[in-house]
């Protein structure tokens, strides 16, 4: 049996450029990168925002933590390194989860998202898994039920009491909550052109510190639901961190986001120490006006 009882993971991907000229552009000849700057371009016209929907991309990086039953951070790794071949990433995914007994996913957005690109990549690629589409099971035994958490924890329905409201500011905002680093550097926004770049690494990099804040985050929520103490969870951030600190020469990823973590660390001391030297102004305030009424 697996000791592994959460695979906790982030998926980043890129425009199908091949796709999306087959699909969008059929009556032009468009080389991908082009097709992928039109598409982006006709979505910021049309939308505002220019993201890529998860039908029209590929990944090229998933990062995947190994969580114990106890919220124990075992690993954290990337998949297909140091190729990250879209095809290689989805099938290492699924056969992971396979091999591991089939643990729970936990995600932030990962409904709207990361399980979309990976579930499209099976399709494309002709991977079996009966296991999560068994879509013949009653509903609430259905993997893919929105409402089964024992398949799959999207932190973001929980936050958001699956949507009955929107979490403006996303991880980013839920990890500085903690005092945890967010965003730190790399941003959604810049995976493409980094890509078209030549710096998949850098991607894969970024997409381990997203897991990192997930993990974190998801120890808190464990707190919130009664399932650890603020000890329990003190004590599993503390070996986590004395994990990364271990490993941080062989991954830059890793010092990079210790580095980040310190800033928040200092910058939360300095409000506490806001905090003390305003409730001590009142305090002072209260005493000298009560000394005032008993000397009136």
Known sequence: MSDVEYLIFDVEAVGDGDLIQRVR???EELLPRDAVERYSADLLEQTGRDVIPPTFVVPVSVAV???SARFQLLDLTVLDAPLFRPEQITRKFWQGWEHYDRPTFVTFNGRGYDM??????AFRHGISLPAWFNVESRSFEQARNRYNIDRHIDLQDLFSNFSAMRVNGG???VSNLIDKPGKSGIDGSQVQDLYFDGYAERINDYCRCDVLDTYFVFLRTRV????????DEEALVAEA???LESQAADHPAYAHYLEFWDRRLGQAERRQAATEEVESAVDQAAAVTEAESENA
């Open 25 to 27: 552009y059929p009556d």
């Open 65 to 67: 933590a190994k969580v």
């Open 116 to 121: 979309p690109v990976l579930e499209l990549g």
């Open 171 to 173: 991880l980013n905002l």
């Open 224 to 231: 919130l639901i009664g399932r650890l103490s603020l000890n």
């Open 241 to 243: 961190r004395e994990m």
